[in-house]
């Protein structure tokens, strides 16, 4: 108990609360003398054991709160005023606007939700978000802010029918535009070069005319122009014409009207129309990337290179298997600083007697990777196998502080080698050997030294030629021949 | 000098291969003039003439001895040896002696005959493709595969490939 709160206080306070709080009371005996027995209605505002004074009231807050009654939203009608106030139907204007910029399907879609949801019950149940994942802001994205949304792109699409008009469609659109403009003392419109053709050709296209009809035409109707323009500048000082075009006009002119066919229509894309797949003059004269022997396999062009240096197919160099064996970053030490790359040694190999090994470096990983890939495809040499299945006798081959010995092996021995030997085995299709690194075990200088032993295996036929003897392989001469 | 100067004529042929020379010359024993006709029977070497101190003419490396040895020229012989060279590469690339005179090794028929077939035996390696093996038996100085046709064995001399 606190020493600032002595027993006759405290009793008091509790007896006045008590009262105080007695129509929710239980009704209860005779207050008790003693004063650690509570009332189980009585209220006291403060904790028990607490060295603060004790509040004589209950704590209010600050700012009343608007009932609902208040607010007059309590009754049917006002309610249904709130309603027809705040949630309005679709006027029958608005839906035939409505009609103008959705199709019926829309419309439809518009009406069923609208029919789905009743307004009631937005007015009585509707809540303003509080969860968490609420929008920061109250918005029903019926508008659009400038600030926050992205630009509205509610003009047409260019017209991918469009193409650069000729001189006769230029001419006109001049004068449309020019016809905008009422100079001098012209009424109507000007002549045009369908009224200086003879009547039989007043209804065929330009392009149907035969030519002296053509030149006459062109010429009429220049000198028409011509005596239009010195007849409406008689007199007048060309720069200062009434009513004429503005220097801001001509500019907004050479800007912005359009040279295409598209009735100057305006959109949303600043980006020109994509080339026609056959442009007339060009039709033809394109050369063409992709090799028709390909047959689709190389689209991209990676293959190219190597197809032409090796003289397979594209077909075939799909088949070559490729492993990657190294990858290490490097570095050139520069005044500037250390220039990193990325060095990759793959192997490429058909499975059947060639093998290669390619190394590339660059600053892109998947760069090095990928000329290293055909770099092993470029370079691949037959390797001479016994049998089809191992190499001829022991190699033994130095790179560096590397060292690899191979040997040949019976069939079914398999491939006892580590693995980047393994992969090179395996491109090569050798299936039996043995392979020991007895000294440094450098990855790049074991694929080395590995592709280098396998390069240079004895061959039997030229020891036999160089000493005058005839070599003869037992295994093939003891149980005749069947060996396998 | 007996086996000391089978190793050093080891030496001095594989270093003579390996500059591709075409006619060296070896001091003129009995020991090296057998080895030298065992590689010859073998087909590692070209020719094997006895002269003089200088070269002998091309021509005469083919025909009988010219000169015959008397106890004054003897100490002049030399054991003139034409090398072999194929596709570019010389038919006798590694001459490595396995018998020093501070350790014989010696190998008897049985063990001959494991390590002629690719298989090691003691201190021997097994021979490998193309190598092949001289030793000196009781019989002359012999190549393994004569050593095994003539079931004997021996002091193992050098290994050629």
Known sequence: MSVARPVARRLVSGRLAAVAGAPCAAPTPTPTPTATTAAPCQQVFAHRFHSSPQLSARRRPRFANVRAADMGLMTEKQIDDFTTEKFPRYTKEELDLLRTKYSPAQIAALEAGEAAINPRDLTVQGRLRNDPYTLPYIDDFAETQPIIDKRAKNKEAPDPSARFMNMDEFTQDLILWADKFPVGDVTGQLKTLVDFVPEDFKTTPEGNWPGEVREAAHKAFQLYLESEVGRQNKGKDVDDVEGGPTDADILQYILERSAMTDDNRTTDTSLAHALPSKVPGVAGKYKQAIDPEDQGLDDLGVYQDVKRRTGLSVAELLKVQTKQLVIRTVSNQTRLGKVRKVSAIYCAGNGNGWLGIGEAKSTEFSIALNKARLMAMQSMKPIRRYENRTIYGTVESKISGTIVRMSARPPGFGLRVSHRIFEMCRAAGITDLAASIPRSRNPMNTVKAAYKALLTQPDPEEIAMGRGKKLVDVRKVYYGGAVY | ?161
Request: net charge positive; glycine share 8%; hydrophobic share 40%.
């Open chain 2, 1 to 161: 000098m007996g086996i000391a100067s089978i190793t050093n004529a080891c030496a001095h042929l594989q270093n003579a291969a390996r500059a591709r020379l075409g006619l060296t010359s070896l001091p003129n024993t009995k020991y090296n003039l057998r080895l030298a006709l065992a590689m010859h029977r073998a087909g590692l070497i070209a020719s094997v003439t006895r002269g003089g101190p200088r070269p002998p003419p091309p021509e005469a490396l083919l025909a009988a001895e010219a000169e015959p040895v008397t106890s004054d020229n003897v100490a002049t012989r030399r054991l003139w040896i034409g090398l072999k060279y194929w596709n570019n590469e010389p038919v006798m690339r590694n001459v490595s002696p396995v018998s020093k005179p501070s350790r014989l090794v010696t190998a008897q028929f049985d063990e001959l005959s494991r390590v002629a077939r690719g298989f090691g035996v003691h201190q021997l390696k097994g021979l490998n493709l193309g190598e092949t093996m001289f030793l000196s038996t009781d019989r002359g100085v012999l190549e393994v595969r004569e050593a095994l046709a003539k079931k004997v064995g021996g002091l193992v001399l050098c290994r050629v490939s």
